[in-house]
């Protein structure tokens, strides 16, 4: 079965400064997909960026990057000048394709809630 | 706006009463799904449609149904709720299973069962 693992809970950084959110996953699949998804306080489910497993180049959207490492199945995000705008609960989800079954599920870690300082 | 309405928002039951949660999509997506959020849990797939007439079970279906009578609508019922029951609730839709596309998801019913 696969699983998504996100180890920190909560995390603060200061407005304008860096932070990296971290993400391991486990799977003995070789074709699946990686995502980011931010959830703000309105409770809507934001898509921020994804990560084809078969694409070596890291995922980037504007301020938001990743840091994919297939063989340590670590996913991480990165955002930069961070804004107050940021602050949500960030999930990892995961997302393998199997080409012959009914449909190809997301699989969600437990979050982690990150608070922009100002 | 197109996308995923939930209804209701936000409702408190009591234990052992019934209700059903309500998801439509204006997208023409073929798949729906249930997920719940709880606390240091992440959201967890309850059940799923790949087309109309069609359902699933997906992690936790335990205490659940759902129809898909039409395309645009998934419906959630709880038949006797359990204060276990309480959580929020996401629906999302898919146009098909390619992970191109993405999931659009709504914007969550929180259900207390006292």
């Known amino acids: 079965a696969q699983t998504v693992t996100q180890s920190q809970p909560e995390m603060s950084v200061q407005e304008a400064e860096t932070v990296t959110l971290s993400c391991t996953y486990d799977t003995s699949e070789s074709n699946y997909y990686l995502f980011w998804y931010k959830q703000p306080p309105s409770r809507q489910m934001i898509l921020v960026i994804r990560?084809?497993?078969?694409?070596?180049q890291n995922a980037t959207e504007n301020r938001f990057s990743v840091n994919f490492q297939k063989a340590a199945k670590s996913f991480s995000l990165k955002i930069s000048d961070s804004q107050l705008g940021d602050t949500a609960m960030y999930f990892c989800?995961?997302?393998?394709?199997?080409?012959?079954?009914?449909?190809?599920?997301?699989?969600f870690g437990t979050g982690t809630l990150l608070a922009v300082q100002p | 706006n197109a996308g995923v309405t939930q209804t209701p928002k936000f409702r408190v039951l009591k234990t052992g009463q019934s209700m059903t949660l309500l998801c439509a999509q204006d997208m023409n997506h073929e798949y729906m799904y249930w997920y719940r959020q709880d606390p240091g849990m992440g959201l967890r797939l309850i059940h799923y449609s790949v087309g109309e007439g069609t359902t699933a079970k997906g992690e936790v279906p335990d205490g659940y149904n759902v129809s898909r009578l039409k395309k645009q609508n998934f419906l959630l019922g709880l038949e006797s709720a359990a204060p276990s029951q309480t959580s929020v609730y996401f629906c999302?839709?898919?146009?098909?299973?390619?992970?191109?596309?993405?999931?659009?998801f709504g914007s969550g019913t929180r259900l207390t069962v006292v």
């Open positions: 989800a995961f997302m393998t394709l199997y080409y012959g079954g009914a449909t190809n599920k997301l699989i």
């Open positions: 999302a839709s898919s146009l098909d299973r390619s992970p191109n596309y993405g999931y659009t």
């Open positions: 990560q084809e497993a078969y694409k070596q």
